[in-house]
């Protein structure tokens, strides 16, 4: 009788698809607006950006104050903008503005995250956002950050998966940033802007070899600097010019 060797086959699962699937369990509902509520807060924004990652253009963030009655929102299907295709993505950022009692949008470009660091900018533009609103928030619903504002704030961990209004403004960044750079790709062509947004993918590091970083890109992000004939020369220069400690203590001599 023949014998047969059953062979176990394992599937390796990256920890971003690990994470994607545990971000799909999270309920977003007003749960934590309800709970702000309880403790006398009214005039609650919620505040998220989207394009921290990309290697091309301004990190963008939104702010958004919802009326108090979210449940139309949540039958809506409102989440993570990232969990939604353009289409809902589009539908529910036009179903926000209709509700909303303000919605303030910020951006912060590629040449002040060169300079500031990526981080810092994301809270300049999530504080820019805030302070554009029209009324004067008394609680800050923020995905994972807290800001210089003196207003009240809880820095929820996933908030765009778990807050309608932390939802609310994610769709309406993303909406604002993907428009973007659909307009930034008939000016700057040959990068796919239109399609990856200006994320690192393949195609987009592939173009980056063979045209080289444009303007609007962020040259003190790794894939783009190591393709940036600019930051080549710019160490060359430096190599050259930089003394060694040992010159200096030999006394080397000014005249």
């Known amino acids: ?12 699962v990256t920890a971003a698809t690990a ?6 369990q999270l309920v977003c509902s007003d749960a ?8 006398g ?62 919605i303030s949008v910020a951006e912060v470009d590629a040449e002040t995250i060169d300079r500031v660091n990526i ?35 809880t ?6 998966s778990l807050s309608l209004s932390i939802a609310a403004a994610s769709v309406i960044a993303k909406v ?19 399609s990856h947004k200006g994320y690192g993918t393949p195609a987009h590091r592939r173009a980056l070899v063979a045209q080289g970083p444009c303007a609007l890109h962020r040259r003190t992000f790794a894939p783009v600097r190591a393709v940036d004939p600019d930051a080549v020369l710019e160490e060359q220069v430096l190599s050259d010019f930089l003394f060694e400690d040992a010159d200096l203590e030999e006394g080397a001599a000014w005249d």
């Open 176 to 194: 604002h940033r993907d428009a973007m750079m659909r307009a930034f790709d008939l000016v700057h062509p040959g990068y796919g802007l239109a």
């Open 1 to 12: 009788m023949a014998s047969v060797t059953s062979i176990r086959v394992s599937k390796t």
């Open 41 to 102: 807060f009214r005039i609650i924004a919620g505040v998220d950006e989207v394009g921290r990652g990309a290697l091309f253009g301004p990190v963008v963030a939104a702010a958004v104050i919802l009326p108090e009655r979210l449940s139309g929102l949540a039958r809506a299907g409102l989440k993570d903008s990232k969990q939604l295709t353009r289409e809902e993505r589009e539908r529910l950022d036009r179903r926000i503005r209709r509700m909303a009692l303000a």
């Open 119 to 153: 981080y810092q900018a994301t809270r300049m533009a999530m504080l820019a956002a805030v302070q554009g609103l029209s009324m004067e928030p008394d609680h800050l619903l923020i995905d994972a950050m807290r800001l210089d504002h003196p207003c009240r704030q």
């Open 155 to 160: 820095k929820l961990i996933y908030g765009d």
């Open 19 to 24: 994470k994607q699937r545990m971000l799909k």
């Open 32 to 39: 934590p607006e309800q709970a702000l509520r309880y403790h």
